[in-house]
């Protein structure tokens, strides 16, 4: 199947033409220049210039970390505006729709019904993963954009390759990744295989294993040309200076975030051992990411007498093949034991 970007994106984004800010009319700066093109305060404080609306710095360290070239990354303002840019791009409102597979993530469902966009699910089977064939036969030719998530949230879980191998090779549409979480799987990003698909999109974050989830960054990896329409339609400035500081100074550290990843890793097992102890605890589910989805006898129940100790995790217990489940955060040594003498109290 035959994939065109041409068929997909939205006439008038196809049509219209981006706003061009001062920065981008101009480049190739030098520190001894003289800038009165952008009305800015022109007293330094370090912030009184416009930020790199194209981030060029930092997407340089992230294509020599993730190996793909600046013209395959965008940056949004947490992959939340990534989601929303995908859909303002190729989405008709009121007229096209999208698939999602819950349990997922539920800005997907936001995103689409601010941007008027109808929502087809197709919930996950009983391990979590996607139910290809169901899936593929709910496309219709108003079909834009099917949303993976993977490692999966709330669940945890890897998507199988060739589940999602075939969902990317059977739609004519865009197929978006959201890999949160990939940097504790146990397989590689899908972001290798970008120049074999040229459907394919794979979101990523610096909020979770790079712990910078207050700077909000979220990560677009994508063809030139996808790249190319959402960089049409961004803001000109999205990621503001001081993100874009903070996320640099933490890409040249990234022999930290690996050090951090590994060690959350350990006590990702470590967490998954003493949980096993617990009386009420029915079932720990496989996972992929930073944290445990667990089976127990009573979520709402266990997930108060964990707030009255002073724990916060997450009930699931609403979502879709989630009944009576708890999602444990991974956290440091110290938290993890105070998480698991608060499920010993309440035994």
Same mark, same amino acid.
């Given at each position: ?56 710095? *930092?997407?340089?360290? /992230?294509? $020599?970390?993730? #190996?793909? +070239? ?8 947490? &992959?939340? =505006? ?119 999109? *794979?979101?990523?974050? /610096?909020? $979770?294993?790079? #712990?910078? +989830? ?8 994508? &063809?030139? =040309? ?122």
């Amino acid at each position: 199947m035959k994939f065109n970007l041409k068929n997909i994106i939205r006439e008038n984004v196809a049509n219209m033409k981006a706003y061009s800010s001062a920065r981008d009319e101009f480049q190739g700066a030098t520190d001894d220049m003289v800038f009165l093109d952008a009305n800015e305060n022109p007293f330094e404080n370090g912030v009184n210039r416009y930020p790199d609306p194209m981030q060029k710095t *930092v997407k340089s360290e /992230l294509a $020599k970390i993730k #190996g793909v +070239a600046q013209e395959n990354i965008l940056l949004g303002n947490g &992959s939340d =505006e990534v989601i929303d840019l995908i859909l303002r791009a190729f989405c008709e409102p009121k007229q096209d729709n999208i698939i999602t597979l819950p349990p997922s993530y539920g800005m997907y469902d936001v995103s689409a019904n601010l941007n008027n966009i109808t929502i087809k699910e197709v919930p996950l089977k009983e391990n979590f993963q996607p139910n290809v064939a169901k899936i593929l036969e709910t496309v219709d030719v108003n079909t834009k954009v099917i949303f993976l998530c993977s490692p999966n949230n709330p669940s945890g879980n890897l998507f199988d390759y060739a589940n999602v191998k075939a969902i990317v090779e059977g739609f004519n549409g865009l197929v978006v990744i959201d890999e949160a979480y990939i940097d504790f799987a146990s397989e590689p990003s899908w972001i290798t295989r970008l120049a074999k698909h040229p459907n394919l999109i *794979v979101s990523q974050t /610096l909020s $979770k294993a790079f #712990g910078m +989830a207050g700077i909000r960054l979220g990560v677009c990896y994508a &063809s030139a =040309e996808i790249i190319a329409v959402l960089n049409k339609i961004k803001p000109p400035y999205n990621i503001n200076e001081l993100t874009q500081q903070k996320a640099l100074e933490r890409l040249l550290a990234y022999e930290d975030v690996q050090e951090e990843i590994e060690a959350v890793l350990v006590e990702r097992d470590n967490l998954e051992i003493a949980l096993k102890e617990v009386s009420f605890v029915e079932k720990i589910y496989p996972s992929d990411a930073n944290f445990l989805l667990v089976k127990v006898d009573d979520a709402t129940k266990r997930y108060h007498q964990l707030i009255e100790k002073g724990i916060v995790v997450r009930n699931r217990t609403t979502q879709t093949l989630c009944e009576n489940t708890l999602r444990f955060t991974v956290g440091t040594i110290k938290e993890n034991v105070s998480l698991m003498k608060a499920l010993k109290e309440i035994e």
